[in-house]
């Protein structure tokens, strides 16, 4: 019995020194290839020169949907911040300004000659109006639509002032040579007759305007179209003449 207890440990410590030994070779010879072997060299990637670098945090200001696209005249000024959806059509001499969105992802928006949209301003469109009316949203020529205004399926006749602030629901109409105060809010279906000033919440008759009021209104709509030239000038879409104008700078030495 004691050999045997013998023999046993004798065969544990020899298996256990063996093991030692292989692990302390195979350290070794990890260690002596980590120090031979040479290091692969990384691959650099040159991006080329004529590479455009596109900036993926803009945003977009024509979004087509479906297959209705945005369509903007020629001399129309809209802002690069502006954001045109779907069914919109801005006419010649309009301008849409900073911060303004026109949805059009329901139904048409229509912005007509020398009219302007302002600042934040919100133009949509419903499926339906609850009026009969129609559903579109139409604001039509020599029209001024003042900053933060919110319109949703309405028409605005010919020469009309719309104050800032103001709020026009569905089915609403402001007949032509109208203004409506800033602040005010017209109800679904409410309708502004010609030659009259409203306001208030909701918005109620408040006086008949004078001719000289009248005549005045496209002409405010005439001003900020003749304001919104100096803009576009600044603003001039990509591919045309400033690039030649930056070049011949840098070729003079001037900071551009």
Same mark, same amino acid.
């Given at each position: ?11 544990? &410590?020899?298996? $256990? ?12 010879? $990890? ?31 024509? &979004? ?35 911060? $303004? ?22 133009? /949509? ?39 800032? /602030? ?15 105060? $800033? ?22 008759? &408040? ?9 005045? &209104? ?7 179209? /003749? ?30």
């Amino acid at each position: 019995m004691a050999t045997s207890l013998v023999r046993i440990s004798k065969r544990s &410590i020899t298996s $256990a020194v063996s093991s030692n030994l292989i692990r302390r070779y195979f350290a070794a010879e $990890a260690v002596a290839v980590a120090t031979t072997e040479t290091p692969k060299p990384k691959s650099q990637v040159t991006p080329s020169p004529d590479r455009v670098k596109w900036d993926y945090r803009g945003q977009r200001q024509i &979004i087509p949907l479906g297959q209705w696209l945005p369509k903007v005249a020629v001399d129309a000024y809209v802002a690069p911040n502006v954001v045109l959806a779907g069914q919109v059509t801005v006419w010649d001499g309009s301008s849409v300004w900073n911060g $303004a969105v026109l949805r059009g992802d329901l139904n048409k928006i229509t912005v007509g000659f020398c009219s302007n949209v302002q600042e934040r301003c919100v133009v /949509h469109a419903a499926w339906s109006s609850p009026t009969g009316l129609p559903a579109q949203t139409l604001i039509d020529r020599y029209v001024t639509v003042g900053a933060y205004s919110l319109l949703r399926s309405c028409t605005i006749e010919p020469e009309c002032i719309i104050g800032q /602030h103001s709020i026009l629901m569905e089915g609403s109409l402001v007949e032509t040579r109208s203004i409506l105060e $800033a602040g005010s809010v017209l109800p679904p279906g409410r309708r502004i007759p010609s030659g009259e000033l409203w306001g208030g919440n909701p918005a109620r008759f &408040i006086r008949t305007l004078t001719n000289e009021e009248t005549l005045e &209104i496209p002409k405010l709509a005439v001003a900020i179209n /003749h304001l919104s030239g100096d803009y576009f000038s600044e603003f001039l879409p990509y591919s045309t003449i400033y690039l030649e104008v930056e070049k011949f700078k840098k070729s003079l030495g001037i900071s551009v």
